[in-house]
């Protein structure tokens, strides 16, 4: 659902003159991989062979998209796909040099493979029940997926001290992907407005830490203000030298958390003061078919086992979230 930047095409004619380059030896290996980490592209451990990793904001892909990440596996002979726990899917063992032609083909339905490494802002976590039940305070996901489309679109969205991870949650009562990661938001209401709860520096790396705590609630016309903010104060603070020390929370070490949040907070008055950050959600169509084949009645045990453990009512009535259970994530 969110749009890929308009300089994705020029990004991909870059990368593949850049492999170019490389095995014509006219760049190093550092050089290299500074330019192919953040377009989703890593090495693997079998020499000239690589992975492609490819953003989907929320952990959302329509059935074209993902039939198309299929075909495309097929086509470079990718050895398998896998669902990582940043709600991407990963292309395994490709070709370097398939790897432009695979980025453009994923482009034709809308997908894009920048940001999906290096010192980006990485793909954003929704709560997989977003939208779908009754515990949520409101539906984050057009959120994330508006944080996305300015986020991307920007530049300086890829020169960061390190990765960005921002997450958002569905509930105060189920808020653990927005106290692990980066930023993380938290759906919350106040007098009637919608907003969030905001906090800064989590992370489950070495050494790790729920977030602090930044806005006990924020407008949500300003969630592009705090993720910009979060990102110019991130670029600004944030230690290049050292990537060991180099996330965010490493500044709340550094100054404690008063002096962090204050010194955030200039960065978040400056932008409340641009006006060209005014949220701007997108229109997303959400269309419920009902499925052309009838229903299967099955009474066995077997299926009443398999509905208790991966079926799940929605809010939605007369249908159901479908947990489908994948070894390591490969499939």
Known sequence: MYKIPSTLGDDIRYIGNVISDFKANNIPAGQFKAVRVPMGLYEQRENGTYMLRIRCSGGFIRPEQLAKV????DQFKASHIHITSRQEIQL??????????????????????????????????VDVEAGITEEEVFDPYPYAVALTNRLIAENDSFTMPRKLKIAFAISEAKAGYALINDLGFIPKIE???KGFKVYLGG??????????????????????????????????????????????????????????????????EEALADASLDLQ???????????????IKDKSFAFKLWKARYANEQKQDGLFAVIVPFSHGNA
């Not at 299929?70 to 596996?73: A, K, L, M």
């Not at 959600?281 to 078919?289: K, S, V």
């Open 92 to 125: 395994h063992f490709l070709p370097l040099d398939d790897a432009p032609a695979a980025m453009q083909a994923l482009s034709t339905v809308e997908l894009g493979t920048k940001g999906g490494g290096g010192n980006t802002i990485r793909n954003m976590l």
């Open 70 to 73: 299929c075909e495309v596996g």
């Open 281 to 295: 959600l997108p229109n997303l169509d959400f269309t419920y078919t009902t499925p052309s084949q009838p229903a």
């Open 191 to 193: 007098g009637g407005k």
């Open 203 to 268: 992370s489950v790396a070495s050494n790790p830490h729920t977030g602090w705590l930044l806005f006990d609630f924020i407008e949500e016309k300003n969630i592009v203000r705090v993720a910009e903010a979060a990102k110019r104060f991130f670029s600004a603070n944030g230690n290049r030298k050292n990537k060991h020390k180099a996330r965010i929370r490493h500044i709340f070490y550094k100054l404690g958390e008063d002096e962090t949040v204050k010194l955030f907070k200039q960065y978040y």
